[in-house]
């Protein structure tokens, strides 16, 4: 994230600081004193009424800068670290211990954004946890500095190490070392086929048709979600420079202005475009009743969004930011609307900076019934968890009565204040939050940067 998300956290922890004029900064990489902030001390709670049947422990500590977590199996968890390029293993029946020993070791480039950035997994065909440990891909989502690049790697987990590298993807990392993105994810349809989620951010740089700059150079493969099918064997992958860059990307010569999104060469994988304009996000979900993508986006000055991504989506950056309607003198002839997407406003929006990060939807009834298949967003902000009810379509917000178009302020779906901002908060305290799983065991896990923790939320009569 940008100079707003660093203004964002100075407002809430340090208020006697005037704020105008920040320069650059990064929820990665923010000049504000570790000490002062986060000491290890700092124990999240949970609002009312979700005090009254659930609870907050800290489950595993002593990680470094996690960025992202995936469960293996019903015991274990890996977990990204940024700057160390390391991917370490948690188990959490003994004693909830993170291994000495990496799973993983990378060289990484750490600069701003950039660094190990993204994990996922594919599930093995029949779902059973107690094999998927012998029997699990995962995927990587992590920075080089020579070359510079992003890069999506496959590798094998044999148990206690990812061994086998394979490459998916290379994406770029120039010009700044911001906006990286980096979230990966995984899922299997009802035609058993698998799919491999990614996001990538404008890298600070939104000068491409990609970014709704009509005067804009060529699409490069940033401000986008893709989508890539990993059903069958990985064998081979082009390098950057004579793949994604020249032919996965493309626009016509003849002034055509559309996507290639639909490649399929024999020496690399298919992979499909599914939105652009994006200027940067670390939060992907599948809704798991109806298979649809939704996303997180930063904004630059102000609006966070929740999205709705259905193939095709152009979500407004760099144009617009938040519904359109408050982008002063914007209309969507603004945008660069290539052959086959469109433009829509995001679900919910949030006009103060919160510094918006992950975004998972509650497949478990242990929470609570009423809290299933709902979501739960995560910020770095303010370490709030926000939680969303899904309406009867499933393309959006459903806001509680009390919350209704009495409300002035949320009917429009925007968070303008501190005093809305609370009216959404399902728990706070967890300090700066980058990841936000479901676990096999259905109960809900926090990641936490600063304080390399990963914390619980149980039901409070759980055994």
């Known amino acids: 994230m940008g100079k707003e998300h660093r203004r964002g956290m100075n407002i809430v922890i340090l208020t006697i600081i005037i704020i105008g004029g920040i320069g650059i900064a990064s929820f990665l990489y923010l000049e504000i004193s570790r000490s002062q902030q986060y000491n290890n001390d700092y124990h999240p709670f949970l609002r009312y009424p979700y005090n009254n049947s659930l609870k907050v422990e800290v489950v595993a500590e002593g990680l470094s800068l996690p960025t992202s977590m995936e469960f293996i199996d019903n015991k274990d968890i890996l977990v990204t670290e940024k700057e160390k390029g390391t991917v370490r293993l ?44 012998h029997s699990t891909s995962v995927f990587l989502y992590y920075t080089h500095s020579n070359p510079p690049k992003n890069s999506i790697y496959k590798y094998h987990w044999n148990g206690q190490k990812l061994i086998n590298p394979e490459l998916i993807l290379d994406l770029p990392s120039q010009p700044r070392p911001y906006h990286q993105g980096g979230k990966l994810l995984t899922t299997i349809n009802k035609d058993n086929q698998a799919s491999l989620y990614a996001v990538i951010g404008d890298l600070t740089s939104p000068n491409t048709l990609l970014q709704n700059n009509k005067n804009g150079k060529m699409a490069n493969n940033t401000s986008i979600v893709l989508g ?14 004579n793949h994604s860059r020249s032919e996965n990307t493309v626009l016509t010569s003849d002034g055509n202005k559309s996507l290639n999104q639909n490649i399929n060469h024999s020496n690399n994988r298919n992979f499909s475009i599914l939105a652009y304009g994006i200027r940067n996000s670390f939060g992907l979900a599948v809704d798991p009743l109806t298979g649809n993508l939704w996303d997180t986006e930063n904004g630059e000055d102000n609006y966070d969004e929740i999205n709705f991504v259905k193939t095709g989506f152009n979500s407004g950056w760099m144009q617009v930011m938040g519904p359109i309607h408050r982008n002063l003198d914007k209309t969507q002839d603004d945008l660069v609307l290539l052959n086959g997407f469109r433009y829509a406003d995001p679900v919910f929006s949030w006009k103060i900076q919160i510094g918006v990060t992950d975004i998972e939807f509650l497949n478990t009834t242990r929470l609570g019934a009423e809290l299933a298949n709902n979501i739960l967003v995560g910020d770095i902000n303010y370490g709030n968890l926000y939680y969303f009810k899904i309406n009867s379509s499933r393309t959006g917000i459903e806001l509680p009565g009390e919350l209704g178009s ?39 896990y926090i990641l936490s940067y600063e304080g390399g923790k990963i914390f619980r939320i149980s039901p409070i009569n759980q055994n």
């Open 406 to 444: 009495n409300n002035k302020g949320l009917a429009d779906n925007v968070v303008d204040d501190d005093k809305e901002l609370s009216l959404i908060t399902f728990g706070t305290n967890f300090g700066r939050i980058t990841d936000i799983e479901t676990g096999p065991d259905g109960l809900l």
């Open 228 to 241: 890539i099918d990993i059903t069958s064997v990985i064998d081979y992958y082009e390098s950057y420079d």
């Open 90 to 133: 948690v188990s959490l029946p003994r004693n909830s211990s993170v291994e000495e020993e990496p799973a993983l070791k990378l060289t990484i480039d750490p600069e701003g954004e950039r660094g190990l950035l993204g994990i996922a997994a594919k599930k093995d065909d029949n779902g059973n946890n107690e094999k998927r440990s």
